[in-house]
């Protein structure tokens, strides 16, 4: 009888998967915080170094420039030394830069911090996405994807009432030292606790057995490989990569106005107070975290059910994204109830659109170059999350008003659902042939 019940164990799948997914939704957590605690700050910011707002823009993009440049490189060093080097170099370095932050003088200071952290920050989602596609299989990826998503908002929805009081009680140069103290913590448990699957404690052969038959990559993701330009050429040419590409431009310009400019938007267009910012500005976040998890729920119900991967991981993302161009709405009222309620339509819409996104991504890209391919989609997206604080900051210091920078952001929202209903067709899993 103790034989049977040993060996049912040994046949049932550990859950370590869930453990790494954990792990990486806290370090997700504390990225988001590092990197919207200046759109928090940023009232002050201006205030004492007499900033406008097209100078307060550059501020905000210049973070995003480091980030998007550095994405293909970080893909290939994900792809070359896999994640657990990587991120934790990238990890140590974002918070050692966020913590010196509260040292900053003037504009250049600023400026060179921001693009530190856009620089040590660059390999956070390739990363993130190697390690749910090499741990996950496909029918809980959705689930997986949406979980350290998830996680962007839910540190900014539950730390925004909490950096808005460090805020008004310590000074702004606080924000920065407790965001940089909680990332080098995450560092300290990213190096204890990550491996990859095939080296991992506490995973069973059942597990690995689970994740390698429902389509998960532990075991034909190499590391220390070279990429050829052919491989190469794949990633810039396919027109369900461009689909993707023009999609994730949109969905990351939308988020960027929200990590950047919304407080701003709040208290200097509405007129808001400070600590009521505090509490109200975090509602659109709840929202996103909400649509983070229908969406996802929602995808992965439908892929079990046998619907198309078209329907199950295309849907969601186009009606997202509708949803987010309902931010204009605020454009219409003075009446915070209805501007708040305008921004969580939106943000809910931002949040299906974006956690979806990655688990389509990590359906059709090629397999040897994961790390690789989710970099390139990081890098032209995040195009999106550089070009957007600038063009917001520009639309403000010309009009005086926000008014335009919601209608560009409505229509970035539309322009994303057109490329997914009309660009990217079918998706199915890009084959690299061997013989091209």
């Known amino acids: 009888m103790m034989e049977v019940i040993e060996e049912k164990e040994k046949s049932k799948a550990t859950g370590k998967r869930w453990f790494i997914l954990l792990l990486v ?18 009232t002050s910011i201006s205030k004492e170094f007499a900033l406008n707002p097209a100078v307060m823009g550059l501020i905000f993009s210049a973070m995003s420039w480091a980030y998007t440049c550095m994405q293909i490189p970080c893909g290939w060093f994900l792809d ?3 994640p657990r080097l990587v991120y934790g170099i990238a990890l140590l370095g974002w918070s050692l830069v966020t913590g010196i932050m509260s040292l900053a003088s003037g504009v250049s200071s600023l400026i060179a911090c921001r693009i530190g952290l856009g620089f040590f920050e660059a390999p956070a989602f390739p990363a993130n996405n190697r390690i749910v596609t090499t741990w996950f299989p496909s029918h809980e990826r959705g689930l997986a994807i949406g979980a350290y998503t998830g996680s962007e908002y839910v540190g900014l929805a539950l730390c925004t009432p909490i950096l808005t009081w460090l805020l008004v009680t ?8 407790t965001t940089g103290v909680l990332g080098v913590l995450c560092f300290i448990g990213w190096i204890a606790f990550y491996h990859d699957p095939a080296s991992a404690k506490g995973v069973n052969k059942a597990e690995l057995d689970l994740i390698k038959n429902g ?7 190499k590391e220390k490989r070279k990429i050829s330009l052919r491989e190469l050429k794949y990633l810039f040419s396919n027109r ?3 689909g993707m590409y023009i999609g994730g431009f949109s969905i990351a310009s939308i988020l960027f106005f929200f990590m950047t400019w919304f407080p701003s938007y709040l208290v200097n267009e509405k007129h808001m107070a400070i600590l009521k910012f505090g509490i109200y500005g975090a509602i659109p976040y709840f929202a996103a975290i909400a649509g983070v998890f229908v969406a ?15 329907i199950s991981r295309k849907m969601p993302v186009i009606i997202g994204l509708l949803l987010s161009a309902m931010i204009i709405g605020g454009n219409y009222t003075n009446n915070i109830s209805l501007v708040i309620t305008f921004m969580c339509i939106g943000f809910f819409g931002q ?28 890098f032209i997206t995040n195009m999106g999350g550089a070009l957007s604080p600038l063009i917001v900051g520009y639309l403000i210091a ?5 008014s335009s920078a919601l209608v560009f952001i409505s229509i970035m929202g539309i322009i994303g659902a057109v490329s997914y209903i009309f660009i990217i067709g079918k998706p199915e899993r890009i084959i690299i042939s061997e013989q091209e």
């Open 80 to 82: 070359t030394f896999g």
């Open 170 to 177: 310590f000074g702004w140069r606080s924000i920065f030292i």
């Open 240 to 242: 369900q990569l461009w």
């Open 351 to 378: 949040g299906m659109a974006s956690t979806v996104s990655w688990a389509l991504l990590s359906e059709i890209m090629p397999k040897n170059l994961v790390g690789l391919c989710g970099a390139t989609y990081n």
């Open 215 to 221: 389509g998960g990559l532990s075991d034909t993701i």
């Open 296 to 310: 996802g729920r929602w995808s992965d119900w439908m892929l079990s059910k046998g619907l198309s991967m078209s």
């Open 398 to 402: 010309r009009t005086g008003s926000y």
């Open 25 to 42: 939704c806290v370090i997700t957590f504390v990225n988001y915080l590092d990197r919207a605690n200046l759109s928090v700050a940023s």
